[in-house]
């Protein structure tokens, strides 16, 4: 009878215990609500990656193959679905390292998360413009941005999900690199596989950014990001002592 006892006086505390946790999450969410702390809900943010998908996904004259691979395959009868993939580590939208063209720059494990993430301005760069160069720069508001991230005719044309290699995509010409170093940018994007020209002589562009140590996040999808002030988020896979690696980017408006 006695355990009896202490195993109802158990149970009825377990209900009112499960009351009061349910009643203190409903006024915690009424209070965070009322107050406007409510974090902003996920669908805030806007995904700026291109879909690795061999299909859709250019791939850079010279570079790895995209490869993917069901090794077992649910769909086909198999117990689980296994797959494997292999890559360049500069393929769809992902970050070039210091290391990319600094012999002794950080690899793209050592990549600060201060350049990763924080406040990122996107500026539109008009289709007639393949040269981003200190003039255009100066056309549009950039001084102050902390990071700068180029929306172009690449956006416009879908380049990102398209197969074909275009080589006359916009790229940030050498004395804007210049400008934007010496103005001490945490990140500069863009929304093609390279910033540098095609065919460029020297690879100033990428030697001149990189050579302070600012990561350049190439292959954005920046469709659904016009022109504005967000907060940016960009996560490399964390290779170690290699020079960049694929990377998942989102943005969200800033208020
Ligand atoms: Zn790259």
């Known amino acids: 009878m006695r355990v009896r006892a202490i195993s109802y006086q158990l149970s009825a505390i377990s209900v009112w ?17 009322c107050q406007g702390r409510a974090e902003p809900p996920a669908a805030a943010w806007i995904d700026a990656t291109a879909t690795l998908d061999s299909a859709t996904t250019p791939v850079y004259e010279g570079n790895a193959p995209l490869s ?3 090794m077992l395959d649910m769909r086909r009868g198999d117990a689980l679905t ?3 993939f292999s890559l360049g580590a500069h393929s769809g939208t992902h970050i070039d390292a ?3 063209f600094i012999a002794d720059g950080a690899s793209i494990d050592q990549v600060p998360l201060t350049a990763l993430v924080g406040p990122a301005r996107v500026i539109q760069i008009p289709d007639s413009v393949q040269a981003i160069d200190a003039a ?3 056309r549009h508001q950039w001084k102050g941005a902390e990071r700068v991230l180029f ?14 290699f275009h080589h006359d995509f916009a790229y940030v010409a050498p004395d804007a690199a210049q400008l934007l170093a010496d103005a001490g940018m945490k990140l500069v994007g863009i929304d093609y596989i390279s910033a540098e020209q ?3 002589p020297a690879p100033r562009t990428h030697r001149t950014l990189l050579g302070k140590g600012i990561p350049i996040v190439e292959g954005l999808d920046l469709s659904d990001v016009p022109a504005g002030d967000y907060d940016l988020v960009v996560l490399p896979m964390k290779v170690r002592g290699h020079e960049g690696a694929p990377a998942r980017a989102i943005v969200r408006h800033r208020t």
């Not at 215990?17 to 609500?33: E, G």
């Open 68 to 70: 993917f691979r069901f």
């Open 82 to 84: 296994l797959s494997a």
């Open 98 to 100: 210091p290391q990319h």
């Open 151 to 164: 929306r172009t005719r690449s956006t416009s044309g879908h380049w990102m999900n398209s197969a074909v």
């Open 17 to 33: 215990h499960r009351r009061l946790v349910t009643r203190t999450t409903v006024i915690a969410v009424t209070v965070a609500a």
């Open 198 to 200: 095609f065919g460029a």
């Open 136 to 138: 255009e720069l100066n």
